[in-house]
DNA sequence: TAATAAAGTTTATAAATTATAAAAAACCAT
DNA sequence: ATGGTTTTTTATAATTTATAAACTTTATTA
């Protein structure tokens, strides 16, 4: 669940950024000055921060530099009232990832935090091409070969793939599997990992009934090496 | 947001220009050897890089040449100590974009990567004519024609439609889709999607029914392949 | 080596996603 | 307002994917 701070000193507007925020699933933490707002942007970690820009004792321009030059990436979204061209311009120079002016409907500013998470998560770090043997896979397009002959894998069989490959060499348990592709919210059985080992191996092995990759760790779970 | 991947060795070079372009809002990463440089260059698909001339392991001159030669067009600005006109003229003739000698002024530096990056931009982004088939687009004229018999599309379509053309090969959601063509104004829901998937394939397709160019890719969204 | 536990595999069914057409709503120029 | 167009929603069919059950094989250990 993403985590995400409002700093805003307007109580009416917390509160109902807070009640929406959760209506939608976020894990929400709030502050009401600049001070306390820097303190727990650095401290929370949370996913997103959505920062006023007019608030008492540090404003939201000084806050949002201070956390950028301090190395800080995580996503920022201005609000403010102030609906002025210069202002969105300075706002995202120093380092807000969005700018949203009062007053804003709630529906375009949860669009718009899903939108800025969303383009961090694609950045982030991400694979876009990994070589397996003679097994290419392309993760942006969600394409894969197998020297000349194309291998077609679902949504869920690139994920875990990803998984392994962000875990290469680690002993991965099905329950860590479960807990970190399917998610907490549904709860299909250990079995059904095995069955998608047993694809990712019969598309990606060379000899499938004997791995080379995708390891079986006896009681304990699987490890990919590559 | 734009990725910049930076190959320096010098740690402290690597650090300034980390947190200067950062401030100026680019997604940054960093590498400081020649082979995991040319690993990340390929693999993490970024929007430009800035490459040392100078590194150990592999020299720049090599990666950029790699990189060419395996068909990444990706911008390239060498950053290098000597000042020497032969080494300029080397670096553009194997395929970097712009040559930056040490030491420079940040300001210089982030104006030509803006620089090269609008000149990218303007060659992918503003299409005229692009030709799908025996279709032909006229983005300027917002005129289409299959063969000798016109097509006609509304806005939404041409706009849908470059957006795919300047995404081509990527898996794109329908989120992402919506929030780039509609904006974060409106909410039309998904579905809204698949017809206008379902209004261009009927009207550029050779055989609807069975697509080549606009493919869908099970839940997660659709990719153009041209 | 027999007993037991864990993992592998196949298959049937359930669940989720997508395609499509048609109707309804919104928009626009007259 | 009106007719025409575009956009969006809705309903249903078709397709794909996820999952569990049942059974087989392999590994562990007493």
Redesign the pocket.
């Known amino acids: 669940m993403k985590k995400i701070l409002i700093i805003e000193d307007d109580q009416a507007i917390r509160k109902g950024l807070k009640d929406n925020l959760e209506l939608d699933n976020y894990d929400v933490l709030t502050e009401s000055d600049g001070k306390e707002g820097l303190k727990s942007a650095e401290n929370k970690s949370p996913d997103l921060i959505l920062l006023d820009l007019n608030l008492p004792v540090k404003n939201g321009y000084e806050i949002c530099k201070e956390l950028r030059s301090a190395g800080n990436n995580v996503p920022i979204i201005m609000l403010s009232a102030r609906a002025e061209e210069a202002d969105k311009v300075l706002g995202l120079e120093l380092g807000a990832d969005d700018y949203v002016t009062k007053p804003f409907s709630i529906r375009e500013l949860l669009s718009r935090i899903k939108a800025v998470l969303r383009r961090k998560a694609t950045i982030e770090d991400v694979i876009d091409i990994y070589t397996i043997g003679d097994v290419e896979i392309n993760f942006r397009k969600m394409e894969a070969s197998k020297g000349k002959k194309k291998i077609?894998m679902?949504?869920?069989?690139y994920e875990i793939l990803k998984f392994f490959i962000n875990h290469k060499e680690e002993v991965v348990s099905?329950n860590l599997l479960l807990d970190e592709v399917?998610g907490y919210e549904?709860?299909?059985?250990?079995?059904?990992v095995?069955?998608?080992?047993?694809m990712l191996?019969?598309k990606i092995e060379k000899n499938?009934?004997v791995?080379k990759h995708f390891l079986?760790?006896?009681?304990?779970?699987?490890r990919f090496v590559n």
């Open positions: 077609y679902s949504l869920k069989e099905r399917w549904v709860f299909p059985t250990t079995r059904t095995d069955n998608y080992i047993m191996r019969k499938p009934s791995p079986t760790i006896h009681s304990a779970g699987y």
